[in-house]
């Protein structure tokens, strides 16, 4: 049977109805969590359990932990990187960290691999170490190598998204079944510094407020892609998103979206059908808000995550 481990938890399935439990067979996705704004230590478990249940990846979800407590804030460590020795695919969701070479080097020698690679909203801004640190060009120039993109700016927190497929992409099998959605996620900026081989799948207008129905301003930004990093060890295949709001997974089409494009880069278009893959939750999805400091849930361990 397929299972999660979180930092060396087996989680156990929660016995949904699988659609295609096969799809996953043998191959095993590590989710890299780790930001201090938009809950990746919630949303990420939950596509996992999705894989796990409907489709039948071994996945393991990586946390930043302190004493062994989640803790977003903590940016020094996030425990087990190891899992990607021997992984199929990455995917991250992390934000400013400064991990101690041990760890970093798991991550980074999996992009060298040429293997899969995902990436959500702050992937872009992954890691931060100082300037004339060793790790520096992790800062910028990896995340535009690796998912096509460097931090730039976004458009204030107080507004949102409205997302709308690019002009002849809407064919492409990770936007099966994917309908045009407003996002929370207020937009970021990536027009004209996007990696020569990024292709984009979807563009975001910035809404005025949080709500749908408000005004458009400025100009748009490509919000999904696909991007083929040429690493050490051969081309990658990855996915990316700038959205991520906890709350935009509450959107059928943004759970589609990310289990669709993590299939994309497994290599599993074909078995995308037309109407799209089922992304119902495979359990409970009750994320706390986006927000610094101690708006997170505290006091949760990865056994939390046995029963989602």
Request: glycine share 10%; hydrophobic share 35%; net charge negative.
């Amino acid at each position: 049977m397929a299972a999660i481990i979180c930092a060396g938890v087996v989680l156990k399935p929660l016995n949904a109805q699988a659609d295609d439990s096969r799809m996953g067979e043998g191959l095993h996705i590590v989710f890299v969590t780790g930001d201090e704004e938009y809950r990746s230590e919630e949303s990420m478990p939950m596509l996992a359990h999705i894989l796990n249940d409907r489709y039948g990846f071994d996945v393991t979800v990586c946390f930043a932990l302190s004493d062994g407590i989640i803790d977003p804030n903590q940016s020094k460590n996030i425990e087990g990187l190891a899992a990607l020795e021997n992984a199929d695919m990455m995917v991250m969701y992390t934000r400013f960290r400064r991990l101690p070479d041990d760890q970093l080097q798991y991550i980074v020698d999996f992009a060298e691999s040429g293997r899969p690679m995902a990436g959500f909203r702050t992937a872009t801004h992954a890691f931060r170490y100082g300037d004339g640190h060793p790790n520096q060009r992790m800062n910028r120039q990896w995340p535009h190598e690796v998912f096509g993109l460097p931090w730039i700016r976004h458009y204030g927190s107080r507004n949102s998204t409205d997302v709308v497929t690019v002009d002849g992409r809407a064919d492409h099998p990770i936007l099966n079944g994917v309908r045009e959605f407003h996002a929370r996620s207020w937009l970021y900026h990536s027009e004209g510094d996007l990696h020569g081989n990024v292709e984009p799948l979807l563009y975001g207008r910035a809404v005025e407020g949080a709500e749908p129905g408000g005004e458009h301003f400025g100009n748009p930004h490509p919000v999904a892609w696909t991007h083929r990093y040429e690493a050490k060890n051969g081309t990658a295949r990855v996915f990316f998103t700038t959205l991520g709001h906890p709350f935009d997974f509450f959107d059928e089409s943004m759970r589609r979206l990310s289990i669709q494009g993590i299939l994309w880069a497994l290599g599993k278009e074909e078995r995308i059908p037309s109407e799209g893959v089922n992304a119902d939750s495979a359990g409970e999805y009750d994320p706390n808000n986006s927000g610094f400091g101690n708006q997170y849930k505290a006091g949760m361990r990865p056994e939390d995550f046995l029963q989602n």
